[in-house]
């Protein structure tokens, strides 16, 4: 047994099914082992390190499982990176594997040597390194486990070539460690249900291990037993199932009137599983002085930020069963007051409030695409202002149905979908991305025709960097615009160059057959929707002048 065979074979030992390379020649003994396992690990192959470790963030935000990535040094590694810092934003359990130069030049700046402790360090839970080949088990089996314990995250493992392929001896491989659950001390349930009690207007922010976790029906239950309105943490619309009568919106980078005046009413806040990122948390000025605030999250560092009234280190799921043990039943008023705002939420779902000025109105395509497809669908957006319209017309429902970067990389959705259609193989999962971010991973399309990924792309083409350009006419006016407009080819023609079948929409009436058709295609297809550049976004703030 190799080096290589022994990181397979603790790969394989605690449960890893789905692995993402790019080839490299410093790690082939690796290949060979996944090629001898192929009947147990699904192996895809991007055609950039992007593309690895974005679609086994998507992977692992999908199924609360670490996806293996396979990339190799300096170059392989620089380029995986963008999704290591997704993955360490959005708390998803990841592996990624990097071949390194042979330990005899380690030092020496040699041949694209990189030192991925310093390179790795702040964006990933923990970089290992094994000293021998005999040590390659047990150093894959410590970063699982760290991957997936607390607050779940990236873990780096690099592999010199001499290491990966050398004589690891009939080294036993450690089984997995299953993940400690965190429930809360009684006495932090208590308290916090007193503060609950004496709320009039409380409201949850549920975050990203509440799907982590597969906490949202301990969410609902929650809800229903205390009466809090719910809103969603950004790109975690999945939380609670939309419909849900406490369900409060999503809290995206735009918050408009009613948003606004029920964050203005609430006097207790309580973030569920959230870590209050800077949008979710208006740059941690969500939070007033005058409100309590009580904060659970697996990870204590976190806890410090935002100094709650109270804090206390739990998992989403055990803390909000013994939260909903512990409450008392809600009075009439409170239920009023959280009825109105899902109400509010309801009636700005709905199209037509947003009057646009080009022939296709996406708000009209979201409602449609929804209309179609099953309540499981997944749906991953890229980065970019086009994304608002999915994420303010499309209704979520229950489970793991969306997958988004918190931390705004672009290039995210693509190369995502292929982690998702390995996270739900027999589940729809559409990918909505905008020009700009198709330009930066769109390569990955060849990928799905090739391994027959049946992914559906819907690319918004508004023909602009499209937040960047409403932020530089809200700042100095139309003649301030540079840069910023985006030149973009027939997309369509393009993913038909690619080997899929592809339909341009340049009316709205055109969207329902076209999508109709991609979704009735067996394998990946793509629709692109050519949109006027003043339809940026269906938020005020953020429409083109």
């Given at each position: 047994?190799?080096?290589?065979?022994?990181?397979?074979?603790?790969?394989?030992?605690?449960?890893?099914?789905?692995?993402?390379?790019?080839?490299?020649?410093?790690?082939?003994?690796?290949?060979?082992?996944?090629?001898?396992?192929?009947?147990?690990?699904?192996?895809?192959?991007?055609?950039?390190?992007?593309?690895?470790?974005?679609?086994?963030?998507?992977?692992?935000?999908?199924?609360?499982?670490?996806?293996?990535?396979?990339?190799?040094?300096?170059?392989?590694?620089?380029?995986?990176?963008?999704?290591?810092?997704?993955?360490?934003?959005?708390?998803?359990?990841?592996?990624?594997?990097?071949?390194?130069?042979?330990?005899?030049?380690?030092?020496?700046?040699?041949?694209?040597?990189?030192?991925?402790?310093?390179?790795?360090?702040?964006?990933?839970?923990?970089?290992?390194?094994?000293?021998?080949?005999?040590?390659?088990?047990?150093?894959?089996?410590?970063?699982?486990?760290?991957?997936?314990?607390?607050?779940?995250?990236?873990?780096?493992?690099?592999?010199?070539?001499?290491?990966?392929?050398?004589?690891?001896?009939?080294?036993?491989?450690?089984?997995?460690?299953?993940?400690?659950?965190?429930?809360?001390?009684?006495?932090?349930?208590?308290?916090?249900?007193?503060?609950?009690?004496?709320?009039k207007h409380p409201m949850v922010i549920a975050g990203e291990m509440v799907t982590n976790e597969g906490a949202q029906s301990a969410l609902a239950r929650f809800a229903e037993a205390s009466g809090c309105a719910v809103s969603s943490a950004y790109r975690r619309q999945?939380?609670?199932?939309?419909?849900?009568?406490?369900?409060?919106?999503?809290?995206?980078?735009?918050r408009v009137a009613w948003q606004e005046e029920a964050f203005k009413d609430a006097d207790l806040i309580i973030a569920v599983g959230a870590r209050m990122d800077g949008i979710t948390s208006l740059e941690f000025a969500l939070v007033r002085p005058d409100q309590a605030?009580?904060?659970?999250?697996?990870?204590?560092?976190?806890?410090?930020?935002?100094?709650?009234?109270?804090?206390?280190v739990a998992d989403s799921g055990p803390a909000l069963t013994a939260l909903a043990d512990a409450v008392s039943k809600p009075t009439e008023a409170r239920l009023k007051w959280r009825n109105a705002i899902h109400a509010n939420y309801m009636r700005f779902v709905k199209?037509?409030?947003?009057?646009?000025?080009?022939?296709?109105?996406?708000?009209?395509?979201?409602?449609?695409?929804?209309?179609?497809?099953?309540?499981?669908?997944?749906?991953?957006?890229?980065?970019?202002?086009?994304?608002?319209?999915?994420?303010?017309?499309?209704?979520?429902?229950?489970?793991?149905?969306?997958?988004?970067?918190?931390?705004?990389?672009?290039?995210?959705?693509?190369?995502?979908?292929?982690?998702?259609?390995?996270?739900?193989?027999?589940?729809?999962?559409?990918?909505?991305?905008?020009?700009?971010?198709?330009?930066?991973?769109?390569?990955?399309?060849?990928?799905?025709?090739?391994?027959?990924?049946?992914?559906?792309?819907?690319?918004?083409?508004?023909?602009?960097?499209?937040?960047?350009?409403?932020?530089?006419?809200?700042?100095?006016?139309?003649?301030?615009?540079?840069?910023?407009?985006?030149?973009?080819?027939?997309?369509?023609?393009?993913?038909?160059?690619?080997?899929?079948?592809?339909?341009?929409?340049?009316?709205?009436?055109?969207?329902?057959?076209?999508?109709?058709?991609?979704?009735?295609?067996?394998?990946?297809?793509?629709?692109?929707?050519?949109?006027?550049?003043?339809?940026?976004?269906?938020?005020?703030?953020?429409?083109?002048?």
């Amino acid at each position: 047994m190799n080096g290589g065979d022994a990181l397979m074979e603790t790969l394989l030992a605690w449960g890893v099914d789905t692995a993402f390379s790019v080839p490299g020649e410093s790690y082939l003994p690796i290949l060979r082992a996944a090629q001898r396992n192929a009947n147990r690990i699904q192996l895809i192959t991007p055609r950039h390190e992007s593309g690895v470790t974005f679609a086994a963030e998507a992977y692992g935000k999908l199924t609360g499982r670490p996806a293996i990535g396979f990339v190799s040094r300096g170059p392989g590694a620089t380029n995986a990176s963008i999704g290591v810092h997704v993955a360490k934003q959005d708390s998803t359990p990841m592996l990624l594997v990097i071949g390194h130069v042979p330990t005899a030049t380690k030092g020496r700046e040699a041949f694209q040597e990189i030192d991925y402790h310093q390179m790795f360090g702040a964006i990933a839970k923990g970089v290992f390194e094994p000293e021998s080949s005999a040590q390659v088990a047990e150093v894959t089996a410590r970063a699982l486990a760290l991957a997936t314990s607390g607050r779940p995250g990236p873990a780096i493992i690099v592999m010199p070539k001499d290491i990966t392929e050398g004589d690891a001896g009939d080294c036993a491989v450690p089984g997995p460690i299953p993940r400690a659950v965190g429930a809360p001390a009684p006495q932090a349930v208590e308290a916090a249900a007193r503060l609950i009690d004496q709320a009039k207007h409380p409201m949850v922010i549920a975050g990203e291990m509440v799907t982590n976790e597969g906490a949202q029906s301990a969410l609902a239950r929650f809800a229903e037993a205390s009466g809090c309105a719910v809103s969603s943490a950004y790109r975690r619309q999945d939380a609670l199932p939309n419909t849900h009568p406490a369900y409060a919106g999503h809290l995206e980078i735009n918050r408009v009137a009613w948003q606004e005046e029920a964050f203005k009413d609430a006097d207790l806040i309580i973030a569920v599983g959230a870590r209050m990122d800077g949008i979710t948390s208006l740059e941690f000025a969500l939070v007033r002085p005058d409100q309590a605030f009580i904060h659970i999250f697996p990870e204590p560092d976190v806890l410090t930020r935002l100094k709650p009234t109270q804090a206390f280190v739990a998992d989403s799921g055990p803390a909000l069963t013994a939260l909903a043990d512990a409450v008392s039943k809600p009075t009439e008023a409170r239920l009023k007051w959280r009825n109105a705002i899902h109400a509010n939420y309801m009636r700005f779902v709905k199209p037509g409030e947003v009057t646009v000025k080009g022939p296709v109105d996406m708000a009209e395509c979201v409602v449609e695409a929804q209309r179609q497809l099953a309540e499981d669908a997944v749906i991953l957006t890229d980065s970019g202002t086009f994304a608002r319209w999915v994420h303010r017309y499309y209704v979520f429902g229950p489970g793991r149905t969306q997958a988004g970067p918190m931390c705004g990389a672009m290039g995210y959705a693509v190369p995502g979908a292929l982690g998702a259609v390995a996270a739900r193989p027999n589940k729809q999962v559409i990918a909505f991305v905008g020009d700009g971010g198709i330009q930066m991973t769109g390569q990955e399309l060849m990928t799905a025709v090739a391994q027959d990924l049946p992914i559906k792309v819907v690319v918004a083409d508004n023909q602009a960097w499209g937040s960047i350009l409403v932020s530089q006419q809200r700042r100095y006016g139309e003649e301030g615009v540079y840069g910023t407009r985006l030149a973009a080819p027939d997309f369509a023609a393009l993913a038909r160059a690619y080997g899929m079948p592809a339909w341009r929409v340049d009316a709205t009436d055109q969207f329902s057959s076209a999508f109709a058709e991609a979704l009735a295609h067996d394998g990946p297809a793509l629709i692109h929707l050519v949109l006027d550049d003043r339809d940026i976004s269906p938020f005020a703030a953020e429409q083109a002048v």
